[in-house]
């Protein structure tokens, strides 16, 4: 003698792969977008980052999933760097957004200035995770840099002629 049952499973497969769809919409999104984008579970452990970091680094997702924020490679030219991308972590888990330039190495010779945000992720009051995310600000910061260097060497040049001179701007 026999007893069993059926069951239709046909709804939850179908929700599966709606899911599944979504995902991968979500993941494509994101992995086209120019930023660096990261997620960070509460122990500040790197669950997912976006393709902009990891080429602009030559890095594979293996090389950074599952290692601390501060730890990962991009980083790690800079004990100061490590120190203060911990710290930040650190207010940004209390509930703090956190933003500031930080540099970011991407071979052995050659770094980029990132405009850097953790923003904490809250349900309710508990903490899901820190998003880090940022720009390549590396030719704004090299432009302003030149251009106070060319203002610095105007002011030094007026200030060695004799005679009174005005710069006017029409």
């Keep these: 003698l026999w007893f069993g049952t059926n069951t239709d499973i046909t709804e939850q497969r179908e929700a599966e792969q709606r899911v ?5 919409r979500l993941r494509r999104v994101i992995d ?11 122990d500040g452990t790197l669950i997912e980052a976006n393709r902009a970091p990891l080429i602009a680094a030559g890095l594979s997702r293996d090389d950074v999933i599952g290692e601390k924020f501060w730890d990962c490679q991009w980083w790690s030219d800079s004990d100061e760097t490590r120190q203060q991308l911990r710290k930040d972590f650190e207010r940004a888990v209390s509930g703090e957004v956190i933003r500031h330039d930080v540099e970011m190495r991407v071979s052995e010779d050659e770094r980029l200035t990132i405009d850097l945000m953790m923003q904490p992720v809250f349900e309710e009051d508990r903490l899901l995770f820190v998003i880090p ?8 910061k090299r432009f302003e840099q030149e251009l106070a260097a060319s203002w610095e060497f105007l002011r030094s040049s007026l200030d060695g002629l004799p005679s009174q001179t005005a710069v006017v701007d029409e």
Excluded: K, N
Excluded at 133 to 140: E, K, L, N
């Design 133 to 140: 995310s940022g720009v390549d600000i590396t030719d704004r």
């Design 20 to 24: 599944r769809e979504s995902e991968g």
């Design 32 to 42: 086209s977008v120019l930023a660096f984008v990261g997620i960070l579970s509460p």
